[in-house]
């Protein structure tokens, strides 16, 4: 009899100790098993997140993101014309109505001349040129140089807008320069002194006119003839 209760004792204490194994531990710890609201926070916060940067979340959440910079607009292409373009240098000023003057007895009228304008021609520029007979201005542009003799440089281009054969040619020696504009309305000359660029411009229509008038011929006396004696 002492053996069969022993050997039920056995079996209820390996019960107890499988139950033991087998069963889940619960714990009445409130800490232990509160969940867990941080990971709640951080996975929200995680979401809100990812919603501004795809553009999905509500307009405070994409206020925090700072504007994309905006990249400035770039010039415009400057074309070849503007590029190739150059300053027009004025020779000289004329008023409304100039003084006038006579140069070798013909009619002419005072200007001013720049004789930084002057030391510094090349080929490429353009010139201004007022004429106040034809009541504008005559520009050109130089296009061809040479050198002559005694350091004379000479410039020469073809006026603006002008007729074919309508020119300018500056002739730059070391005291003055002379400057012809000849047009399809008539020939213009000007002589500048390259110190002060006092300067006087003359119409070859005026010289023209004033040596129309003149007899320059030398009278030659006449010679008496006689018939041949026979």
Do not use: C
């Amino acid at each position: 009899m002492s053996k069969a209760l022993a050997f039920v004792a056995g079996i209820s204490v390996i019960i107890a100790v499988l139950l033991f194994l087998f069963t889940p531990v619960t714990s009445d710890d409130p800490v232990a098993s509160a969940p867990d609201h941080r990971a709640e926070t951080s996975g929200s916060i995680n979401g809100s997140s990812a919603s501004g940067a795809t553009g999905g979340g509500s307009g405070n959440d994409i206020s925090k993101w700072p504007a994309p910079d905006v990249a400035p607009a770039l010039p415009e292409p400057t074309s070849n014309a503007a590029r190739n373009a150059r300053p027009v240098i004025s020779l000289w000023q004329s008023e409304a109505n100039p003084e006038k003057t006579e140069v070798d007895g013909f009619p002419a009228i005072q200007l001013q001349a720049d004789p930084e304008a002057l030391a510094t021609l090349h080929v490429g520029q353009q010139l201004a040129m007022p004429v106040p007979e034809l009541g504008r201005t005559v520009t050109a542009r130089l296009d061809g140089t040479h050198n002559q003799l005694n350091d004379i440089q000479v410039f020469r281009g073809p006026v603006t807008g002008g007729h074919e054969k309508d020119n300018v040619v500056v002739t730059r020696g070391k005291t003055a320069t002379y400057v012809v504009i000849s047009t399809n309305e008539g020939v213009y000359s000007a002589v500048i002194n390259n110190q002060t660029g006092e300067a006087t411009l003359t119409s070859e229509s005026d010289i023209h006119d004033n040596l129309a008038g003149e007899d320059d011929a030398i009278p030659v006396p006449g010679v008496e003839q006689h018939p041949p004696s026979g």
